[in-house]
């Protein structure tokens, strides 16, 4: 009988942290999500160690598991081989790998929460088998995941993809030197900000502007209005700086707004380069809440 | 005694090319610059074949010749295997390769002239030795040039690099459905146009906005004022995106106006990725037009 080849996927965020097992084929064996430990860095790294740990005692006896992938929301900065996570208590410039492979049985690779996006969605979602992908994550906040020729781009310090600060309007304004322009115009926070002197403030403030302009609010369908514009000119400066197949829209201003899509894709061909336009499909996320966690095996399985 | 290894580089513009026979150190053995030939295809064509035997016949005894690199100014589509140059008479997705490949006795290899920038940069010149490298070429168009991991990066269809269509100012306005945004407010030919309605239009004009500027003149500086915007804006954007070592500025623009650069490194620190903005190095072309003609031949020396 031969074994099973399986590797531990962690998708550690900013409020949750996913575990799962799977085959070189995807296939799930186990899955867990826990809110993320916030305590202190020892904390968080034990939950990570401990979630592995849990892994590997749930495969099954035919499994062998040959390595670990785990994706974090900030800067892995492969070189000084550090992690900052402004979200996560204390990984500020943290030897998060060094740390992890003493409480750790296995080959571990640590990459940045946007590559594990592109690396999932072109794996088993919607950008399944392409080579040339974009994944635009825009939540919280918004970066992008880069595949060129097959091969997620990092960069000379890892910082590739940090497409929240594209420059986008001529006009500084104040929120940009905070966050980047097209993250100030058009994340998650930036939409709830908009409405926040219509609706009031605070969490969920964004989704009620997206049901609000459901609902046939002129002031709130102003504001996605204006939302499209920077998102398509943001989609468009990618298409016309990489020319990719694929642009793959995902994050949490999806999930509330995957209508936005239509005029994404108006806006990318007015601004875009006209043939790159022609030629770039762009779509929802197939993966959404998992892109990050079957990125984060598929990273695994490419390190063993 | 051992042969030494050359290539033939060329450099194929609208309304010059150059050509020279280049040992593998980069040491140029032979140069010929003529008029390009705009009669039709197959004069333009014979041009270059022409250029190419008499580099060969130029070469001393001990010297093998081992391939030709050509550069064109224009899109050269590697999966379509035609060669769209609007400035060149017929290159109207043309089949330049299988055309040359038939009067010429050494391997060949086409790239667009972008392409060709960054690797004679990256070989010879400011950014000698880097391997995260983006070439921003400001002429009568806008342009890149871009090498990730000493890899230059092409696109799905070989149109990567169109930074000319970035867009960066959400208010639409006609002239960027033609050439798109950035380049309708930074190219030299656009330069050229804002100052015309003061300097007078035509050729030259882009010059003489810089020498007004240079005189003391208000309006002619308050227009290379919103260019240094704009070209701020576009550099931030590619290290926001991609977080190279080193963005090469290059182009006629760049020949009159070096002393922009100052102006375009603090706009970049305004608006990219704060670690990213910090790190890059933001310098001028230091092969100038030898940049293509040395690209044409490292090609050629990666390809043989």
């Given amino acids: ?29 186990y899955h867990k999500t826990v809110p993320t430990s916030q305590e202190s860095p020892a904390a968080s790294i034990g939950q990570i160690a401990s979630l592995i740990d849990e ?28 992690v900052w996570a402004p979200n996560i208590e204390g990984w500020d410039h943290l030897p998060l790998r060094q740390m992890l492979e003493k409480q750790i049985p296995l080959p571990l690779i640590l990459e940045s929460d946007r590559c594990g996006y592109v690396k999932g969605e072109a794996w088993l979602g919607a950008a399944r088998g392409l080579h040339d992908v974009v994944f635009l994550a825009v939540g919280t906040g918004i970066g ?20 929240g ?30 409405g926040s002197s219509i609706f009031g403030g605070e969490a969920g403030a964004a989704r009620r502007v997206f049901e ?13 209005e204006e939302v499209v514009a920077y998102l398509g000119m943001g989609v468009a400066n990618l298409v016309s700086t990489l020319n990719p197949e694929m642009v793959v829209l995902g994050g949490g201003v999806f999930q509330s707004g995957s209508s936005l899509i239509e005029g994404i894709r108006r806006e990318c ?36």
């Fill in 1 to 29: 009988m031969t074994n099973r080849r399986a590797v531990v996927g962690l998708d550690v965020g900013g409020t949750k942290t996913a575990c799962g097992l799977f085959l070189d084929n995807g296939e799930a064996l």
């Fill in 55 to 82: 892994a590997i005692a749930a495969s099954p006896k035919d499994v062998v598991v040959a390595g670990a992938g785990v994706i974090v929301p900030g800067w892995v900065n492969h070189k000084a081989h550090t």
């Fill in 144 to 163: 992008a995941g880069i595949m060129i020729d097959g091969q997620v781009v990092h960069g000379h310090d890892d910082l590739a993809g940090a497409v």
């Fill in 165 to 194: 600060w594209l420059a986008l309007n001529p006009s500084f304004q104040g929120a940009y030197r905070q966050m980047g322009c097209f993250e100030a115009e058009a994340s998650g926070n930036s939409i709830g900000r908009k």
């Fill in 212 to 224: 609000a302009a459901d609902a046939g609010d002129l002031c709130a369908q102003g504001i996605l």
């Fill in 269 to 304: 061909v007015r601004w875009a380069q006209p043939f790159a336009a022609e030629r770039v499909r762009i779509e929802l996320s197939l993966l959404g809440e998992q892109a990050g966690l079957l990125g984060a095996a598929r990273i695994a399985l490419d390190n063993v």
